[in-house]
């Protein structure tokens, strides 16, 4: 079992930052990877980013160059520095851990608005 809280949502202006953080109760350097996802209001699940155990990260065209995903040296703590929002960028953010190809875990999610 895997539980995961993210934190650092909350409301931004349009061209400002926002650093979401994901901690893991378990080193998540073991995991096989870990991702972030958002979803707005109807809208489908959408993926963000994406690190791998081995620390290669990739991302959807929508974010690139904007959103950076990273995670701690002590293992514990995933997070998505975003900058640049847009107010399509609203949503709620949750964090993803693929535990192997069959065992997946979420958060609860964390409210990102972009709004002036």
């Known amino acids: 079992q895997v539980q995961l809280v993210e934190s650092g949502g909350g409301l931004v202006q349009p061209g400002g930052s926002l650093r979401l953080s994901c901690t893991a109760s378990r080193n998540i350097f073991s995991f096989k990877s870990m991702a972030w996802f958002r979803q707005a209001p109807g809208k489908q699940r959408e993926w963000v980013a994406r690190i791998t155990a081995g620390g290669s990260t990739d991302y959807a065209d929508s974010v690139t160059g904007r959103f950076t995903i990273s995670r701690d040296r002590a293992g514990q703590t995933m997070f998505l520095q975003m900058n640049n929002l847009e107010p399509e960028d609203t949503a709620v953010y949750s964090c993803?851990?693929?535990?192997?190809?069959?065992?997946?875990?979420w958060g609860q999610g964390t409210q990102v608005t972009v709004s002036s």
């Open positions: 993803n851990a693929q535990i192997t190809s069959a065992v997946t875990y």
